[in-house]
């Protein structure tokens, strides 16, 4: 079983998303950087899937540099390079016969060598489809799981809960009236 790596392009993502693209476009990069982060930050715990993201450093000058953030690996490139050439050179590198890299991104695949070398590529909409859809299924799943649990471990049925839920009324209203006298 190969290991997985997804490098993710950060700003094609913010641009193609339409929630972040909104916030791009109203000044609020930032924003829609981090609530990309945040979702990507999930999508990590659902899947297990390493993750990298590059941010081209034309956005946000100074030098690059790299750090975790919440086990993602966080990539800013230097200032004259791009997130492409960046994201092309990275991926060649991992691509192996043991790790699979997927890069997310809607740049047009011509000037992308390394998807002749097994890479492989997930269009910006498809990689906003499968962590939403992976964030609901998270999040139905608990719900439901809670659902069960609730109804599981109670060792009250439906009738004497209602006659304490009564109970319960009448002492807090003994209790407002003992109060305001």
Not at 30 to 54: C, F, H
Not at 151 to 180: C, F, G, I, M, N
């Amino acid at each position: 079983m190969k290991q997985q790596l997804l490098i993710v392009d950060a700003y094609n993502m913010i641009g193609n998303w339409p929630e972040l693209d909104h916030l791009k476009q109203t000044g609020r990069l930032p924003q829609a950087r981090e609530e990309l982060l945040d979702m990507l930050t999930e999508y990590k715990k659902i899947t297990g899937l390493n993750i990298s993201v590059v941010f081209d450093a034309m956005y946000v000058p100074g030098n690059s540099k790299s750090y975790r953030q919440a086990d993602l690996e966080v990539i800013w490139t230097s200032k004259n390079q791009t997130a492409d050439s960046y994201i092309e050179k990275y991926a060649a590198e991992k691509q192996s016969r043991v790790l699979q890299v997927t890069v997310a991104t809607s740049d047009q695949a011509e000037q992308w060598v390394i998807f002749s070398e097994g890479a492989l590529r997930v269009p910006a909409l498809e990689m906003r489809k499968r962590v939403h859809s992976a964030l609901k299924e998270v999040r139905h799943t608990a719900v439901r799981s809670q659902d069960r649990g609730a109804v599981r471990k109670s060792p009250w049925d439906e009738t004497q809960l209602t006659a304490l839920d009564q109970y319960r009324q009448q002492l807090e209203r003994d209790h407002v009236k003992h109060h305001h006298k």
